[in-house]
Nanobody, 126 residues
Framework: QVQLVESGGGLVQPGGSLRLSCTAT??????????MGWFRQAPGKEREFVTA????????HYADSVKGRFTISRDNAKNTVYLQMNSLKPEDTAIYYC?????????????????WGQGTQVTVSS
């Protein structure tokens, strides 16, 4: 079992930055045995993949829409995964969800994820 809690969302102007955190509480398995990902969902739209990181952090993958602007990282000693978001655009406005997968080392499809956080709102507006 994994419980995920996101934090760090808020209101930011276009071009600004935010850093999201997702802290996991695990039982039965350690945090480093989970691949981690970030997804987002804008009003009226499907939840979409943003980025993912492998169990030890050696591999990452990004959606084309955020490549070069967002960076995912993890600190297994702190049971935490981060999403650094730079050069934010209004179209980045969404609820951002952290997710964990025990099925594979690394996943971009939301169906591969077992556990989800409650989400944190990111609003990019002037």
């Amino acid at each position: 079992q994994v419980q995920l809690v996101e934090s760090g969302g808020g209101l930011v102007q276009p071009g600004g930055s935010l850093r999201l955190s997702c802290t996991a509480t695990t039982s039965g398995r350690t945090f480093e045995t989970y691949g981690m990902g970030w997804f987002r969902q804008a009003p009226g739209k499907e939840r979409e993949f943003v980025t993912a990181i492998s169990r030890r952090g050696s591999s990452t993958h990004y959606a084309d829409s955020v490549k070069g602007r967002f960076t995912i990282s993890r600190d297994n000693a702190k049971n935490t995964v981060y999403l650094q978001m730079n050069s934010l655009k209004p179209e980045d406005t969404a609820i951002y969800y952290c997710a964990a997968t025990s099925k594979v080392t690394f996943a971009t499809l939301k169906n591969n994820y077992d556990y989800w956080g409650q989400g944190t709102q990111v609003t990019v507006s002037s």
